[in-house]
């Protein structure tokens, strides 16, 4: 469903991401691991149209998508969430899915100026499909609270729920378990599982092996921008190049 072909990004001389092959395995949790520096998250952001691949290609679909601008990605199904959460600190939970999702799905500008009739609609669906997002990520019961008043891990839920909010077919979570305990790294692990049983593709990038190693099929290790493995928690598990890069050898 999506891949990438000999995916290259440079910044200057500095090749962040190099000839990566990578394939998504349609309605499953895809991991991507390796060491800090390794291009994980640039991989993400060349993938979600962030930037502009240096050469190779994003293909979804069986169309190449490397060269769409962020919010067209996003049109065609394909959801994102950043390593560390933009939020708006002072706005509730609500609001914060209703804005993010209004802001992915713009109206045009007549619409807005004259507020005509389907804009008010487009409006009335953002709401409803915030709140059946919260619901979806557990986060019912805080809809009305203020983002600064609520823990690390409910920030996690509501970036998820941004994320949700466009119906997304695939879902990119840049360290989606960060900073928070392993209890709630539990929970977390269990909404991903949640969001792949109603047939969303996950790809997301971890740190915490253990929990990989669960909750993944398939995973690709990179170091310096390159691909030096890939296949099941278990392959991967027993993988020399691997066990070398993590060792620093
Ligand atoms: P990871 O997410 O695996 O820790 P990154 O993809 O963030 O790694 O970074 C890979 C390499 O690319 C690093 O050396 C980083 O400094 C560099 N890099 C990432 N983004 C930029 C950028 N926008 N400009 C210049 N260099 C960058
Ligand atoms: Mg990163």
Do not use: W
């Amino acid at each position: 469903m999506l891949e990438t072909r000999k995916l290259t990004k440079q910044f200057g001389g500095l090749v962040a991401v190099k000839d990566v092959d990578f394939s998504l395995e349609h309605g499953k949790i895809n991991a991507i691991i390796g060491p800090n520096g390794a291009g994980k998250s640039t991989f993400f952001n060349v993938v979600s149209g962030l930037y502009r691949p240096t050469s190779g290609q994003v293909i979804y679909k069986g169309k190449d998508i490397s060269k769409l601008p962020a919010n067209k990605v996003a049109e065609l199904g394909i959801a994102r969430t950043f390593q560390t959460t933009h939020l708006f600190e002072m706005a509730t939970v609500f609001d914060n899915v209703v804005v993010g999702h209004r802001l992915r799905t713009q109206s045009n500008l007549l619409d807005s100026i004259f507020r005509t009739k389907r804009l008010k609609q487009e409006e009335e669906k953002c709401k409803e499909k915030a709140l059946e997002v919260l619901k979806f990520v557990g986060l019912s019961k805080s809809v009305d609270r203020m983002v600064t008043n609520i823990s690390q891990e409910e920030k996690k839920r509501v970036a998820f729920a941004l994320a949700l909010a466009t119906d997304p077919e695939i879902v990119f979570l840049d360290e989606p378990t960060a900073g928070i305990n392993p209890d709630e790294t539990a929970e977390l692990s269990q909404l991903m599982e949640k969001m792949a049983q109603q047939g969303i593709t996950i790809c997301l990038i971890e740190h915490k092996m253990q929990m990989i190693m669960k909750l993944a099929e398939k995973i690709m290790v990179l170091n310096y921008g390159e691909k030096i493995a890939e296949g099941t928690p278990d392959e991967i598990n027993h993988n020399e190049e691997v066990i070398k890069a993590y060792l620093g050898g």
